[in-house]
C-alpha cells in the first residue's frame, strides 16, 4: 500500500518535486476553505495543518473541513502534541534537531503517544531544522530555541545527517513562516547531496522564482504557507503549473 512517506521517497528518488501548502488554523477562515482550496495550484501535492500555536479543537475543526472539499492528502505538522486528531492522513513526528530543548525534541513527543497509540495517522519521523531566516520566528519564540545560522553550512549538514543516522524519515529545514529570506541554494544543495532521505524546505518562499530556486537546488518538497494566505501565490498558480509542466519536458 502507498504511504505518505513511500511517497516522500519516490518523490525524492524520482525528482518529481511536490508542493506542500501550510495552512495555519488560527488564521484560516473555515467558511473560505472552498474558495481557498479552488485557487491552488493543481500541483499541490499535500496539505499541511498546523501553527506553532494553536487554539485547542480549532485543528480538527479545520482539517474536518479541508476533508470536505478536497482528496488531497493532509499532514499534520503540529506545533504540540494538542493539535493532533486522527481527522488528518499523517502527522510529521517532528524533533526539533537544531534546539537543544528537550520538551521539543523528546517531551512533546512523549506526550503526543497517548494519542498516537491506537491512531490510523501515518506517523513520519521528521527531523526538523530550524536555521536563520532574518528575523525571530514564531518557532524560535515557542521552543526557546535558537535557529542555525545559514553561514555555518557544515553544522547544518551533519544536524541533518544526525536525524538520518537517528531514523528519521524526512528532514525539514525550516526558515520559520513569513522569514525574511529562505534557506539558502547552498545549504540546499549540501544537505542533499549529504543525506539519503526526501528533503523538505520551507519559510520565506513567496513566489515561483524562490520555489523553482529551491527545487533546484535539491528541495524533494516545499512548503509555502504566508504567500497563499495572502492570496500572492493563488495570481501566480497559472504560472506555475506552466513552468513545471516545461520544465518536465
Ligand atoms: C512554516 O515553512 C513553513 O513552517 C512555511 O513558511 O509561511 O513563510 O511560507 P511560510
Same mark, same amino acid.
Given at each position: 500500500?502507498?504511504?505518505?512517506?513511500? %511517497?516522500?521517497?519516490?518523490?525524492?528518488?524520482?525528482?518529481?518535486?511536490?508542493?506542500?501548502?501550510?495552512?495555519?488554523?488560527?488564521?484560516?477562515?473555515?467558511?473560505?476553505?472552498? !474558495?481557498?482550496?479552488?485557487?491552488?495550484?493543481?500541483?499541490?501535492?499535500? /496539505?499541511?495543518?498546523?501553527?506553532?500555536?494553536?487554539?485547542?479543537?480549532?485543528?480538527?475543526?479545520?482539517?474536518?473541513?479541508?476533508?470536505? !472539499?478536497?482528496?488531497?492528502?493532509?499532514?499534520?505538522?503540529?506545533?504540540? @502534541?494538542?493539535?493532533?486528531?486522527?481527522?488528518?492522513?499523517?502527522?510529521? !513526528?517532528?524533533?526539533?534537531?537544531?534546539?537543544?530543548?528537550?520538551? @521539543?525534541? $523528546?517531551?512533546?513527543?512523549?506526550?503526543?503517544?497517548?494519542?498516537?497509540?491506537?491512531?490510523?495517522?501515518? $506517523? $513520519?519521523?521528521?527531523?526538523?531544522?530550524? /536555521?536563520?531566516g532574518?528575523?525571530?520566528?514564531?518557532?524560535?519564540?515557542?521552543?526557546?530555541?535558537?535557529?542555525?545560522?545559514?553561514?555555518?553550512?557544515?553544522?547544518?549538514?551533519?544536524?541533518?545527517?544526525?536525524?538520518?543516522?537517528?531514523?528519521?524519515?524526512?528532514? @525539514?529545514?525550516e526558515a520559520g513562516s513569513?522569514a525574511?529570506?529562505p534557506?539558502?541554494?547552498?545549504?540546499?544543495?549540501?544537505?542533499?547531496?549529504?543525506?539519503?532521505?526526501?528533503?523538505?524546505?520551507g519559510g520565506g518562499?513567496?513566489?515561483?522564482?524562490?520555489?523553482?530556486?529551491?527545487?533546484?537546488?535539491?528541495?524533494?518538497?516545499?512548503? /509555502?504557507?504566508?504567500?497563499?494566505?495572502?492570496?500572492?501565490?493563488?495570481?501566480?498558480?497559472?504560472?506555475?503549473?506552466?513552468?513545471?509542466? %516545461?520544465?518536465?519536458?
Amino acid at each position: 500500500m502507498s504511504t505518505i512517506s513511500s %511517497e516522500f521517497f519516490n518523490c525524492a528518488i524520482e525528482s518529481s518535486k511536490q508542493l506542500c501548502v501550510l495552512i495555519d488554523p488560527d488564521k484560516f477562515d473555515n467558511d473560505r476553505a472552498a !474558495f481557498f482550496l479552488k485557487a491552488l495550484p493543481v500541483e499541490t501535492a499535500y /496539505i499541511l495543518v498546523g501553527g506553532s500555536t494553536v487554539a485547542p479543537c480549532k485543528t480538527e475543526a479545520t482539517v474536518k473541513t479541508l476533508k470536505t !472539499f478536497t482528496k488531497t492528502p493532509i499532514v499534520l505538522f503540529p506545533g504540540e @502534541y494538542t493539535q493532533i486528531t486522527e481527522a488528518a492522513d499523517g502527522i510529521l !513526528f517532528l524533533s526539533l534537531l537544531s534546539g537543544r530543548n528537550p520538551e @521539543y525534541l $523528546i517531551g512533546q513527543q512523549i506526550k503526543s503517544v497517548s494519542r498516537l497509540r491506537n491512531s490510523k495517522l501515518e $506517523i $513520519i519521523p521528521t527531523g526538523y531544522i530550524l /536555521i536563520d531566516g532574518g528575523k525571530e520566528s514564531a518557532v524560535q519564540r515557542v521552543s526557546n530555541t535558537l535557529p542555525l545560522s545559514q553561514n555555518n553550512v557544515q553544522l547544518i549538514v551533519d544536524t541533518a545527517l544526525a536525524g538520518q543516522f537517528s531514523g528519521k524519515k524526512l528532514i @525539514y529545514l525550516e526558515a520559520g513562516s513569513g522569514a525574511g529570506y529562505p534557506v539558502s541554494e547552498e545549504i540546499i544543495s549540501a544537505v542533499k547531496a549529504a543525506i539519503d532521505l526526501p528533503l523538505m524546505v520551507g519559510g520565506g518562499i513567496c513566489d515561483t522564482t524562490q520555489l523553482q530556486k529551491a527545487y533546484k537546488a535539491g528541495a524533494d518538497l516545499v512548503v /509555502i504557507g504566508t504567500a497563499f494566505e495572502k492570496g500572492n501565490f493563488a495570481a501566480q498558480a497559472s504560472r506555475l503549473s506552466l513552468e513545471s509542466s %516545461e520544465s518536465s519536458r
